[in-house]
DNA sequence: TAAGCGCAAATTGTATACGATCCTTTGCGG
DNA sequence: CCGCAAAGGATCGTATACAATTTGCGCTTA
């Protein structure tokens, strides 16, 4: 785990920030284990402080804690999976149309200065910063239509898709949604609400369709059907 | 319902539950203060877990916790009150559509039973119960919706409307919606979901307008007296 | 009398020690 | 050789002790 350690005492907002960026950009893969006392170790501070960022992070979906067994990066299940991006479906068009309404020159600066990012990762082969990137440009819409109650929801919605994406996205290279945000910054730009609303769901219809969310009868996962072949 | 302090060693997730119970039928109110110690005497535990239960109710949106300074019963601010709703009118005419195509004959009679015992609650003078209850009631329907995703985010939105109507309400006695349950109920058990998606809205709505929008004072409780009933 | 300063009490934040639980391994018996 | 059980280690859960911060009171002084 590259984590770097903070020089001084590391708070715990410092922590949940640098774990959830590590699962953001999946070097932290679902199902990985954090063990207290290594993070604990990694940034220099008590296990209390550690348990209360753990346990931040559970509450937005990131880490599933076990009695007794530890924290580990979230593995949404393909209901779990749906419905997060069925939620989207149903949060984020009009948020997009609200953005829409209200966009002002600094926050399409905003935008544009965030698609330039992402595709400069994507240039450099860092599909983990793109695709955080790719997550923060929704958040930032959210955060344009002044709905801050919205945007928790959403940012709770978008860490999870990341997990979802590393466990069922078809194509890991290819991440070339960016045409979509070009199109949504435009809408965004010329105030057109209606043409935001439609670009949004369709963007999102987009991305649903390029996961694997089909039933998996392996659901069992029982091994000795997985060591059946 | 027992409150106070347990025989045996309460769990966090009990001191959660009766927390956040009390503050849901305000008998704590926004801006009351929940010292850590009190809480610890009352439940016969130590801070280490009455701290994790406070952090849990922060995260869910009922307490603010300020650095140093304590726990408190959030006061949501009028925006913030808005942006609930707003939040529940874009979430839950479409969830209560889908609960209409997926309702059994168990759930409708479930509902109903809540909608008796609020009256029963109503009859007894127990507004705080009764609006407790009619908040249950949008979760139920969440819940049938088999959307867990939806349900989590329409529970922290609840939570925060029982806080907007204590702060806004304005009538404080009349609790007169019982109807619109009713409505409600019909359509989910004729499967009628285009009615029962038009009835939510409208019901949404008119409780949207019968919010205060005028600033005010809430009055302190205090929680040796709120837990007690 | 009102304003300002400072110390003490109260309250929260953090670290650490101890106890409970779970998983792994090892040893014995079949 | 295999299965079950017990012991040991690793890890987490809880309580308590200590440190940091805030708050309120009382004193002083203009």
Redesign the pocket.
Known sequence: MAVIAESK?A??EDIVSQLSQAVHEHRLQPGA?????EVCDLFG?????V??ALRAMEFEGLLT?K?????FVSKPTLKEAREVFQARALIEPSTARAAAERATAADIELLEHHIKEEHAALDRDDSGLALKLSGDFHLEIARMADQQTIEQFLRQLVSRSSLVIALYWRRRNALCESNAHHALVDALRSGDGDNAEELMKGHLLDIFSQLDLRDRQGGSTSLKDALRR
Do not use: C, F, M, Y
């Open positions: 005492t708070t715990v284990k954090l063990r207290e006392d501070v008590s296990r209390t402080i348990r209360q804690i009695k007794n067994r530890g924290a």
